[in-house]
């Protein structure tokens, strides 16, 4: 199973975000934190090789209490972080940034502001994503 976590900042754009992935068939009721902080605490505790759930994390880079690179780093120490795909979400243009992802485990795409139902059903097909969307 997939669940879907959202990490912003910016209650618009985790309204808009929310309403992107339940529409693109991503996750019906997405999580949402504001800050990152209780997003880490919140898989520290739900992360389980029992319970088989994955977590599409799709996360802000640009954060005042965390930023989105910061969060990654932390995301090494919960143990189970295997059961994490991070989409870095950003306003910024920084080449950097998108350097920067390519080169960390857990992300898997990288999408520039504003989130589109286009981008979301691209993500059905991203390994290690896809398996979750295959039709029996």
């Known amino acids: 199973m997939l669940r879907t976590i959202i990490i912003d900042d910016d209650p618009i754009v985790t309204f808009l975000q929310s309403k992107m992935v339940s529409k693109a068939g991503l996750d019906e009721d ?7 902080h209780a997003g ?22 640009n954060m005042p209490s965390m930023d989105g690179w910061e969060f990654l780093e932390k995301l090494k120490e919960v143990p189970n972080n295997e059961f994490c795909h991070v989409v870095m979400v950003t306003s910024s243009i920084d080449r950097r940034d998108k ?38």
């Open 99 to 136: 350097r920067n992802a390519a080169n960390d485990e857990h992300v898997v795409d990288f999408i520039e502001k504003p989130v589109s139902a286009k981008h979301c059903s691209k993500l059905k097909g991203i390994s290690p994503l896809s398996r979750f969307f295959k039709e029996n």
């Open 40 to 61: 880490l605490d919140f898989l520290q505790e739900n992360l389980s090789p029992e319970d088989n759930i994955h977590y599409l994390i799709m996360l802000d880079i």
């Open 30 to 36: 997405p999580t949402v934190f504001k800050d990152p």
